[in-house]
């Protein structure tokens, strides 16, 4: 049963602090998505790839977050510095994607950031 | 531009009556609308997708949702709910130019 994996599960950091949570998606997904949930603003899509390449990252704020995929089998996000109003849950997606458009996303359990 | 509009934060059924969780949808091409499901403390799993194919499009867990193009609505149902059917529920509005949606998401209560 092929699952998208998320670590940590949970992280606890103080303000200023660098913060990396990497995702493993489903061998041979060709698409990776990065969400954030909070209770006041909801889901929100920060960033997604498409066979390792960026295609969108406007949902993400630029000067601390990153995510890059160094492999198909590895993607991250990095918050530095982090601050309290980065506490979220954050979430890693796959999917395929063969001709355009968009099919099924896989959800990772999510990571659970609180920042102090 | 596409946009999606969840009509009800809140609903509470009682165990046994009918679900109906309301979301409507624009968008300039033909979409691909999803329903996804988050139980406490999950991620989100997929219940079901419009694809452009039949327009009555059956999911997991007894739920089915109807593409009504007129209507721009894409509404999801059970007949009958069950306890374990208590969790978030999000639609997803995709068109072919990758951009995503997601609704705000109804929070769906069952009463015992």
């Known amino acids: 049963d092929a699952r998208v994996t998320q670590t940590p599960r949970h992280k606890v950091t103080e303000m200023g602090q660098e913060v990396t949570m990497r995702c493993q998606p489903i061998?041979?997904?060709?698409?990776v998505f990065w969400y954030r949930q909070t209770m006041m603003q909801g889901l929100e899509l920060l960033a997604y790839?498409?066979?390792?390449?960026?295609?969108?990252d406007s949902g993400m704020p630029k000067d601390r977050f990153s995510a890059e995929m160094p492999d198909a089998t590895l993607a991250t996000l990095k918050i530095q510095p982090s601050e309290p109003r980065d506490s979220a849950v954050y979430f890693c997606a796959s999917g395929l994607v063969l001709y355009g458009g968009t099919d099924t996303q896989y959800f990772g359990p999510g990571t659970r950031l609180t920042v102090l | 531009a596409q946009s999606v509009t969840q009509l009800d934060s809140h609903v509470s059924v009682s165990e046994g009556t009918p679900v109906l969780l309301r979301c409507n949808y624009s968008s300039s091409y033909s979409p691909s609308l999803f329903w996804y499901v988050q139980h406490p403390n999950k991620g989100l799993q997929l219940l079901l997708k419009y694809t452009s194919a039949a327009t009555l499009v059956k999911g997991i867990n007894g739920f089915e949702a109807e593409f009504k193009k007129s209507e721009t609505s894409f509404h999801l149902t059970k007949p009958s709910a069950h306890m374990s059917d208590a969790a978030e529920y999000f639609c997803?509005?995709?068109?072919?130019?990758?951009?995503?949606?997601f609704g705000k998401g109804t929070r769906l209560h069952i009463l015992p």
């Open positions: 997803v509005v995709s068109d072919g130019d990758d951009k995503i949606i």
């Open positions: 790839f498409r066979n390792r390449a960026p295609l969108d």
């Open positions: 061998l041979g997904h060709n698409t």
